[in-house]
């Protein structure tokens, strides 16, 4: 299964930012990584210091 990466981040993004619960795909670790990695890019400074 391949993964779009940038759309999970902004879906991520845009429920997080309405309250609403989110469920990830199932993943391997780098995947994660991978994720976790593009949702650092655009993150605000306050959202980082948390």
Do not use: E, W, Y
Request: glycine share 4%; with cysteine; net charge positive.
């Amino acid at each position: 299964m391949k993964l779009d990466f940038i759309r999970l981040a902004n879906d991520m993004r845009c429920a997080h930012t309405q309250g609403v619960p989110f469920r990830l795909p199932a993943m391997t670790m780098r995947d994660l990584g991978t994720l976790l990695a593009l949702l650092m890019i655009d993150a605000p400074a306050s959202t980082l210091l948390h």
